[in-house]
């Protein structure tokens, strides 16, 4: 009898922020009008696949991880691992393997073989597979309006399988039809009837065929169908070229949130593991110079937790294109961006652990914690008598705060204050953490109050060197969250 390998929990991260696409050509921001997800100044491919990693392993109890692979055709970085820097971000052990997966769409479903060929062999147990995109077009350009911004994560094992992987197919095929090179900051394509037609339409339209008779069923066999498609209208096309039922056909998300590259068919696959029954079947094809064709059974009860619902929810409308192209630095300047080198290598080696885990330390003496660490404790006087504590899962308190309107951001005033880290154990104990200061993401000016309570997320905190330096910020937590404080 073969291992049963698949999917244990999932989750997905899409961005606070909505541009209404009649925005984007001039238009008035309307409530009722498509709309796409997008990640914002702070934000960027590694930031979303921490976020969706931790909404992912929140409902799963932090299990033992041995492997982690990011998948992306927008790192910040052409030759550094992005997966390290999400490996630190998530505070997981130095044995980990960590790998990226890159420059195909496709890099999502790869991921994900790879993740199932490991489990299956025995060399790791469990594996984080996240697909994370903030692609991007010249402004202006016909595909604006049909990118998005988001991540995806699976925790892929074979001790608690909800989602179980019952097979796979792939094919590649050369064309050029969509591409960046190295050095280029927006994606390029031409002859859009021709490449959509002869290469998405009949690849992944074929490989789903080709893939049917292979296992000998058929696409109505299955309750739940993930197409990658490139915008709308090709969607529509292969679901009609493949003749899949009305009540079968997953929603893409475009008009709510867009095609947010190498996660957009597995966003769909976690709407469908979070919606159907035990017994269900979905059938997932991604695109990218040929295509992955996989099929997937729920065997378990799906998670009592939507990520993907409650993301949807959470959202800010950006009022004007001016801001948007602010915040992905769009926009031209008097000044060349300078290009010094900022934090030197050693300070950033030396505090790797509290900037990128939020790692700090509690006095073995006193049990006063401390952020950022040091030697001497300063309640007790106790000197090197510590104990490392993460923080980034715990919440925070808000003591005082800020409002500096000349520090430069998109929307200005920057929000910062001093909050005090809350501490909950399993047994749904409090005790207080330590103080920090940090700046408030997410939040209103008006909203901002002393007492409320904040969580932490993965951010982008400045660009020197013109490379993304990542820190932490805090959020406001939403009503079912605060229920659990």
Excluded at 130 to 152: C, K, M, N, Q, T
């Amino acid at each position: 009898m073969s291992m049963m390998v698949g999917v244990e929990t999932a989750a997905c991260c899409i961005p606070y922020r909505r541009l209404s696409l009649p925005v984007i050509r001039g238009g008035r921001n309307d409530a009722a009008a498509p709309e796409r997800a997008v990640a914002w100044f702070d934000e960027d491919s590694i930031t979303m696949a921490v976020e969706a990693a931790r909404q992912c392993l929140a409902y799963a109890q932090w299990p033992d991880i041995d492997g982690l692979i990011l998948a992306s055709t927008s790192s910040p970085y052409d030759e550094k691992q992005g997966a390290s820097i999400v490996a630190r971000a998530l505070n997981l052990p130095s044995h980990v393997s960590t790998m990226d997966v890159a420059q195909s769409l496709r890099a999502g479903t790869t991921a994900i073989q790879y993740a199932v060929a490991a489990v299956k062999s025995g060399e790791m147990k469990r594996v984080l597979v996240l697909a994370s995109d903030e692609r991007a077009v010249a402004p202006g350009s016909p595909g604006e309006i049909d990118l998005g911004d988001g991540a995806v994560a699976l925790l892929i094992g074979a001790d608690d399988v909800k989602l179980a992987l019952s097979g796979s197919r792939s094919t590649n095929n050369e064309m050029m039809d969509v591409w960046r090179r190295s050095g280029d900051r927006y994606l390029h394509s031409w002859e859009d009837r021709f490449i959509k037609k002869h290469g998405y339409q009949h690849v992944l339209v074929s490989a789903v065929r080709e893939f049917c008779e292979s296992y000998r069923c058929e696409v109505k066999d299955f309750s739940r169908v993930c197409l990658y498609a490139p915008d709308p209208r090709s969607h529509k096309t292969a679901v009609s070229e493949l003749n899949v039922a009305k009540e079968c056909v997953q929603d893409p998300f475009f008009g709510r949130v867009g095609n947010i590259g190498v996660g957009a068919a597995l966003l769909q696959l976690v709407a469908a593991f979070e919606s159907l029954n035990v017994g269900d079947r979905i059938l997932l094809a991604s695109y990218g110079d040929g295509a992955d064709v996989l099929a997937f059974e729920l065997v378990s009860a799906p998670p009592s937790h939507a990520t993907v619902p409650r993301a949807l929810e959470r959202r800010k409308p950006v009022l004007r294109y001016q801001d948007f192209l602010s915040a992905k630095g769009l926009q031209h300047s008097e000044y060349a961006d300078a290009d010094y080198q900022g934090i030197s290598a050693t300070v950033q080696y030396r505090n790797a652990k509290e900037n990128l885990g939020l790692v700090g330390q509690r006095c073995k003496s006193c049990d006063t914690h401390q952020f950022p660490r040091g030697r001497v404790c300063g309640q007790c006087g106790e000197k090197d008598s510590w104990e490392e504590v993460c923080y980034s899962r715990d919440f925070a308190r808000l003591l005082t705060y800020t409002k500096d309107a000349f520090f430069p951001a998109p929307e200005p005033p920057t929000l910062a204050g001093i909050v005090e880290v809350e501490r909950h154990s399993v047994d749904g104990g409090k005790s207080r953490g330590p103080r920090m200061h940090i700046q408030v993401a997410e939040c209103e000016k008006d909203a901002l109050r002393c007492g409320m309570q904040l969580k932490f997320v993965f951010r982008c905190i400045h660009r020197a060197g013109k490379r993304p330096n990542y820190f932490w910020k805090c959020v406001p937590i939403d009503e079912r969250e605060s229920q659990a404080v």
